[in-house]
């Protein structure tokens, strides 16, 4: 069973560099796996997948080793461990409020006796059978990983209980939304995130837990490591077209400036 590159960064107390997209871009996985990421937190909670599209998206991250965090959009037991089955080293869920949710989606997706996860041994993780590991559900167990999403003030004030249950590996800030709902900015050095953020990342080490959020920049990742961030997101391809194609926009303007005078007509050529 191929080993997650995220989990030996988290359990040897490093950082796991986390990139994002919502789109089945066929380089993507090789080309951030060439940029030394770690893993990449694919988005199909707020982007339409068809299920060719997972299934091959996860082939491709296999083949560049790098670990693929597919945001689920359904808590659904049965599609949570298919995705597991299909290749996917984490998951994230979203909206994760309280500790019975989170348990619910550990029982989802680990095997007895941590959980209650339905046995194939015939997917991509177990290598179709043919390569199926002795151990393969105790390795399926210890080579993936929940990743819940704290969003609102319920599930920040439930963080402490969420972070203690067993089988949660990674609790995940969104700003956007917890932001939404608390009337600030997602700023990372907003007063009121901040305090957001330094809670936590309490609940997190309290627990021996690793913790995270999406950043924009250098800056706001130093930030967010100097408050014990052991999961940071920072790149993305939908950033990534945004920055180039303003970029190249900005070039066109300074060229076209310089060109503004219409070309000479051709001598005897009427339009």
Known sequence: MRPSKVLAKLRSGQVARICATGSPIAFFPAMAAHFHYDGIWVDAEHRAWEPREIETTLGRHHAADIDCVWRSITKEKNSLYRLLE?????????????????RAIVQAMKFP?????????????????IGKPADYTDAANRETFLVVQIETPQALENADAIAAVPGVEVIFLGPGDMSLRLGCTPGVNDPVMLDVQ??????????????GRPVGSAADAKTIIGLGAQFVVLGSEFGGIHDHLAACSADFDSILRETTAAPAMPEGKTY
């Open 113 to 129: 006796p941590l959980g209650d996860r339905g046995f194939c041994g015939g997917g991509r993780d177990a290598d179709y059978w």
């Open 198 to 211: 330094k809670k936590i990342a309490a609940a997190a080490k309290k627990h021996g837990k690793a913790w």
């Open 86 to 102: 299909d290749g996917a080293a984490g998951l994230m869920i979203p909206h994760v409020a309280t500790a019975d949710e989170a």
